[in-house]
């Protein structure tokens, strides 16, 4: 009530608050008062431009980019329903997160027996490694939240990430290789850990994964292994063209052959390069990476461009209406539309094509079951918690996708459209995920898929002001829509055709 006092809003209280949660470079929380002190109401104008200063110095400062580097769950996405199963790992920690809790100690011994692997197969002593790992301790103690790592000291943290790193990338080799019963994991467990891999709070620093990966192996051998681990490798003639393989040579029989991993040499390759202007900040945006596929440019348009680009008359607020009431995929087929799976399963290959009749929008070849759902969240978490570094492009390919789904109608012709394989449960299940992830109030990108949304309103408005076109695609849909009908066809236009024939000749030719 103070006549001079300045009360900032809400979102701005919040802002603020996670920006003084967060570390600013030294270990201890700041104990240094004065009139910048950590407060968040102000009742003089000169406390309130010092603290907008302190934490404008804070974003330029070098640490604000690392400290986000691995985040945590986001608490928005922690209200759901059994939240825990989606961020807490089931049998291996990796980081300060969820380390030593009670429910992962077998993890902690297997990843003891695959550092022990790792150390072995490598050709630098286990010192100078973890030299490599303790010189860098700071850098990598600021990736985390400073709450989770405050009671490690260096060297506590440095063991922890050695040991984590170590038996992460052998993990990762003997999936590859299918030794992992030598360490005693069954193969129902395979799928468990490899969700653990790819949760957020359970990542590593990638540039400390790289230092790792460097003392055993290329990086273009890494870059075929990580493919073949993340499910996204093309096909088993690829490793053997990679690895100099012969034909009747299995891949992981003859990577066995090339121990110790220092001695893999690749030959006749040429692996996608990894790109070195955007280092990635851990596994899982590398995997968001690959799952998503080549990168396509979403510019920025201004107003009067986007609306003379989607015909529109008014803003581009009338855009965002027009995206969020998006046809869904009966509507569409309605129209003639014929969905189709994509050639790849990257995220972003989706496409719509159209010869003037027969429209075909393809759609990549997803799966749905209980472990996606966790990932997907992840992917989600991800992003949202990543906000100023990370475009929304995974958020955007949901936003897409569930436009598309309605009802549990659209589930299923996606299924026998061969474009969604649901292995959740029923197709109202499918439709309550999406429904439950568009609750969080995600911010896709307004450009993403732009072109495949224009060329689909074009369709339709084509289609509305064409009785033919209309007529002919019922007439194909009708008629031709199998091979069977088509077959049928033919068979009724040439008997017909020869009826005709011979009622000619008995008639003029008797």
Sequence with gaps: MAGNEVILSEEDLIKNLAKTEQPTGGGGSGG????????????????????????????????STLKLQCPEFPLRLQSVKGAEVYYEPQVMSFGPYHHGKPNLQAGETLKLKLAATYFRECEQS????????????????????????EEYTDEELSVMLLVDGCGLLRYILCVCLGDYE???????????????TLLLENQLPYQLLHKLIKKIMSNDAW?????????????????????????????????????PITKIIPRNSNPK??????????????????????????????????VKMWGLQGSVGDVKKLMASFRNVNELMATG??????????????????????????????TIDNSTQTLFLNLIAYEMSSSDHVPHDFIS???????????????????????????????????????T??????????????????????????????????WMRQCLDTYFSSPWTIIAWVGVTLALFFTAIQTYFAVFHP
Aim: hydrophobic share 30%; aromatic share 12%.
């Design 337 to 366: 539309i014929r969905i189709k799976p994509s050639p790849t399963r990257f995220l972003r290959d989706i496409s719509f094509t159209s010869n003037g009749i027969t429209p075909c929008f393809r759609l990549p070849p997803i």
């Design 126 to 149: 286990k010192d100078k490694i973890y030299e490599l790992i303790s010189r860098d301790i700071e850098t990598h103690r600021k990736c985390y939240n400073r709450k989770s790592t």
């Design 32 to 63: 240094g008062g004065g009139a910048c002190a950590t407060k968040l109401h102000f009742r003089t104008f000169s406390e309130f431009k010092c603290k907008i200063l302190e934490l404008e110095k804070e974003e330029k400062s070098p640490s």
């Design 223 to 259: 870059t075929v292994i990580l493919q073949e681990f993340f499910g996204l490798s093309t096909d088993e003639s690829f490793f053997q063209k990679f690895f100099g393989l012969k034909e009747e040579e299995s891949f992981l029989r003859k990577m066995k052959n090339y121990f």
């Design 437 to 470: 992830v568009s609750s969080f109030n995600l911010e896709p990108n307004v450009n993403a898929y732009k072109d495949v949304r224009v060329q689909i309103r074009k369709h339709l408005k084509s289609n509305y002001n064409s009785i033919l076109k209309l």
């Design 397 to 435: 390919y949901l936003g897409f996708l569930h436009s598309l789904i309605d009802h549990a109608d659209d589930v299923k012709e996606l299924q026998s459209a061969g474009v969604l394989q649901n292995n959740l449960g029923t197709h109202e299940q499918v439709v309550q995920f999406f429904k």
């Design 273 to 306: 390069p990894e790109k070195e202007s955007k280092p990635c900040p851990h596994l899982l945006d590398l995997y968001r990476i690959n799952f998503l596929g080549d990168e396509r440019s979403y510019p920025t348009l201004s107003e009067s461009a986007t």
């Design 182 to 196: 030598e360490y005693g994991i069954r193969y129902q467990d395979l799928s468990r850990i490899q969700q653990d």
